[in-house]
Nanobody, 125 residues
Framework: AVDLVESGGGSVTSGGSLRLSCGVSGDTINNLVMGWFRQGLGKEREGVAS???????TYADSVQDRFTISRDNAKNTLYLQIHVLKPEDTATYYC???????????????????WGQGTQVTVSS
């Protein structure tokens, strides 16, 4: 099994930046398809970024120019850099991975097998 632990959330003012981290244990990160998701209060979980085992990336249209997903293979850690934060970015952010051997990036939560506990991001105007 893969264990995921997010960190880096917090309260920021609009226009600020944050970098979220997700520590991975139980497998090597570049063997896994990884994704970042977020869920606002009363909203459905939304996929925002994904990276496949080959390093190809995809983003939701709503965050394309402000979010950057990356990974550090040596640290076995996934990152989500967020710039120009907006109040509508307020949500709990989760990292997720597909099971070993499964391929292809995806922004669909149903395709992921392992989830972290989430980290809260709150953006005030």
């Amino acid at each position: 099994a893969v264990d995921l632990v997010e960190s880096g959330g917090g309260s920021v003012t609009s226009g600020g930046s944050l970098r979220l981290s997700c520590g991975v244990s139980g497998d090597t990160i570049n063997n896994l398809v990884m994704g970042w998701f977020r869920q606002g209060l009363g909203k459905e979980r939304e996929g925002v970024a994904s990276i496949n085992t080959g390093g190809s990336l995809t983003y939701a249209d709503s965050v394309q120019d402000r979010f950057t997903i990356s990974r550090d293979n040596a640290k076995n850690t996934l990152y989500l850099q967020i710039h120009v934060l907006k109040p509508e970015d307020t949500a709990t952010y989760y990292c997720a991975s597909k099971g070993a051997g499964r391929r292809g990036w995806s922004l669909r939560a149903s395709e992921y097998d392992y989830w972290g506990q989430g980290t809260q991001v709150t953006v005030s105007s």
